[in-house]
């Protein structure tokens, strides 16, 4: 019999973040981001749960879309990265694919392919990973007229550096660097909200929004929760208690006897570790819940184990099942106990953690 270590996954909740994604980015349209695997989540679940909602889907690269045309969805997908050889272009234009360029070689790859398909420019306005710089666009556009690919062309995507801070004015400048840089062509759509772009009061998110992490329940901003922001959780990690003892003053528990008793502890142990993908930095104080109550780890967490503190939960006991992130405790919490954030933490359960969903007779992603 497995262990009881498992991802629940609720597309429900899904739903529910996509709405409010739209209601925020209104009149914009959000285009659902499921890369790096559904966040973690499933991406042919993901992509199937939210067929009936979203318009379009975003990934990074072209076997993520490949994947969503393998869960039968046939919806346009921007491949946010573009392609890493020229030979997926007539795959992308056959598929119905749209292409983020950001660079000249992939230019010279439109110039050579049999097939085309749609196509965005991304304008690097200060993230400086990706993209054209606005001096450079005119040139750009020039080229793709002179190559009669201009047709192929709907849009301009961008990508915000700062927006998770309310307090930076990075945003704001992207925004305007943004704006002049396409001025010149008015028809062709515009991208540039990421998550938290849609919590930026008066933030403009143009025509088409790219909402990621706030889909699947997690907080896009400083210092908030999900559920501060009226986000559900999607993924609910839960493992079993496997054994409850009493700890002495004095005593220890765990590799490098890092955490002792200040007095008569009751402590149990749960089935889950950095082999599932609990972050090793979570340590002592990280919350959890069981039994109607929230509880902390003590210790350090190993591959398979983690030692909890059931002090605040006397009624727990052995096979009962402990909430390591959800509804009870946030994964925004757990992410900053880690030091680290959410995408971290939702994207790194490993392959030994089965999902599962509330919709019958859905299957991993």
Known sequence: M??????????????????????????????????????????RDMARALADEAPKFAVACIEEALAIREAGVGHPVVLLQGVHSANDLVTCAREGFEVVVHSDYQLNWLEQSAEIPTLWLKVNTGMNRLGFAPAMLPAVMTGLKSRAL???????????????????????QQTRVFTEAVVDWPLLAKSAGNSAAHFLPGQPLFD???????????????????????????????????????????????????????????????????????????????????AGSRIRLIGRVSMDMLAVDLTEAPGASEGDTVELWGRHVSVDEVARCAG?????LLTGITARVPRLYDNPGATAG
């Not at 700062?162 to 990075?170: I, K, R, T, V």
């Not at 501060?228 to 409850?244: I, K, N, S, W």
């Not at 590799?255 to 200040?262: D, E, F, P």
């Open 150 to 172: 201009e047709q192929k062309l709907v849009g301009f995507v961008t990508h915000f550096a700062c927006a998770d801070d309310p307090s930076s004015g990075f945003t704001d």
């Open 2 to 43: 497995p262990r009881n270590t498992v991802a629940r996954i609720d597309t429900a909740a899904l739903r529910h973040n996509y709405r409010l994604a739209c209601r925020l980015a209104h009149p914009a349209r959000p285009m659902a981001v499921i890369k790096a695997d559904g966040y973690g989540h499933g991406i």
């Open 208 to 290: 088409w929004s790219r909402p990621g992490i706030m889909l699947y329940g997690a907080s896009p901003m400083l210092e908030r929760t999900g559920p501060e922001l009226g986000l559900e959780p999607v993924m609910t990690l839960e493992a079993q208690l496997t054994a409850v003892r009493v700890l002495k003053p004095g005593e220890s528990v765990g590799y490098g006897c890092s955490w002792r008793a200040g007095h008569e502890t009751r402590m149990g142990i749960v089935a889950i570790g950095y082999g599932d993908g609990y972050p090793r930095h979570a340590g002592t104080d990280t919350p959890a819940w069981i």
């Open 340 to 344: 680290t954030i959410a995408y971290e």
